[in-house]
Nanobody
Framework: VQLVESGGGLVQAGGSLRLSCALS????????VAWFRQGPGKGREFVAS????????DYTDSVKGRFTISRDNAKNTAYLQMNSLKPEDTALYYC???????????????????WGQGTQVTVSS
């Protein structure tokens, strides 16, 4: 299983970006997918997650109402739409996936078996 993120970049505060996460090699709908981020000098932080059929989604409080996670199983791709970006959203954003079902532990990095290399998001003030 290989995960490849794209869509990061430099944007002004208040702007938008859409990140993509493409999974190769397996039946994408069987995987729970999540986005994590790691800002400068910080640990890895949960951002959002989505179940295989997109019935369940969860977000960290700081992005609720601004970010939307979604997926297109026909394209083997998950997305993170980020609106109203703030300088504190600056981070390296990682896509993660696991074959196991969606559980209340969705926010834990150790739950996920596969990780992408990350895509940088920088928000200027």
């Amino acid at each position: 299983v290989q995960l490849v993120e794209s869509g990061g970049g430099l944007v002004q505060a208040g702007g938008s970006l859409r990140l993509s996460c493409a999974l190769s090699g397996r039946t994408f709908s069987s995987y729970t997918v999540a986005w994590f981020r790691q800002g400068p000098g910080k640990g890895r932080e949960f951002v959002a997650s989505i179940s295989g059929t997109a019935v369940s989604t969860d977000y960290t409080d700081s992005v609720k109402g601004r970010f939307t996670i979604s997926r297109d199983n026909a394209k083997n791709t998950a997305y993170l739409q980020m609106n109203s970006l703030k300088p504190e959203d600056t981070a390296l954003y990682y896509c993660a996936a696991k074959l196991r079902r969606y559980t209340p532990r969705y926010y834990l990095a150790e739950e996920y078996d596969y990780w992408g290399q990350g895509t940088q998001v920088t928000v200027s003030s």
